[in-house]
């Protein structure tokens, strides 16, 4: 079956491509022929999910799924969240990790998680579309300095609970087999294989 994944974040295509294997042909927004910035614009990491999806089968009708996430720390009431991949005005990631280090000063509580929602949208069989939304919570804290260089976006700063590195210390296999992304993804996949 082939899917697009609306997505232009080269890291998240890299994670879901490589975490998916062969089991489904997957299509880029560049494969068919989508230059367009995604609107994210509902003000809700799901609302936005959904957004970006439909936004791929109303242009270009065809099986789609696309992700939302975003990065929750307690001691910041849910921020940066929703505004997460341009938290500090720019969709710098090192801006964005000072930015979240400076309003952490002196705070003892590090609670965070990770979100991703997939939403998902494939036609049925009389060719009208169905969406599904699927949720992954991954949770950790939040380190005093960026540690690592891998990954993308908060990487650097999130220790994920249990583990002695942050993100960015891990391989992809490794953050592919605990991350908040892989979890919705393999509910998606679960659910498309069932
Ligand atoms: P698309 O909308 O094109 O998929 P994007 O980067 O704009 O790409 P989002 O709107 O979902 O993606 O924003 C997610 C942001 O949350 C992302 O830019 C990072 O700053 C952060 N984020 C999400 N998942 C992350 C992860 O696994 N590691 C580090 N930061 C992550």
Not at 148 to 170: C, I, K, S
Request: charged content about 20%; proline content about 6%.
């Amino acid at each position: 079956m082939e899917l697009c994944f609306a997505t232009n974040n080269e890291h998240k295509l890299d994670e879901v491509s490589t975490a998916l294997g062969n089991a489904f042909i997957l299509r880029t927004l560049h494969d068919i022929g989508c230059t367009d910035e995604l609107p994210e614009t509902t003000g809700t990491i799901a609302g936005n999910s959904r957004q970006k999806a439909r936004y791929i089968w109303q242009h270009f009708g065809i099986p789609c799924f696309a992700d939302d996430s975003g990065l929750e720390i307690d001691a910041l009431n849910n921020e940066p969240g929703v505004d997460s991949a341009h938290y500090s005005g720019t969709r710098d990631h090192g801006k964005n990790i000072q930015k979240v280090l400076t309003n952490l000063l002196g705070q003892s509580n590090r609670n965070a998680q990770f979100v991703s929602v997939f939403t998902l949208i494939m036609p049925d069989p009389s060719g009208e579309p169905v969406e599904h939304q699927f949720t992954g919570i991954f949770p950790g804290q939040i380190t005093n300095a960026p540690r690592g260089t891998d990954g993308f976006g908060y990487d650097p700063v999130f220790l994920p609970n249990g583990y002695p590195r942050t993100l960015a210390e891990m391989s992809m296999a490794e953050k592919n087999a605990i991350s908040h992304r892989a979890q919705a993804l393999k509910k998606m996949v679960d659910f498309l294989s069932a």
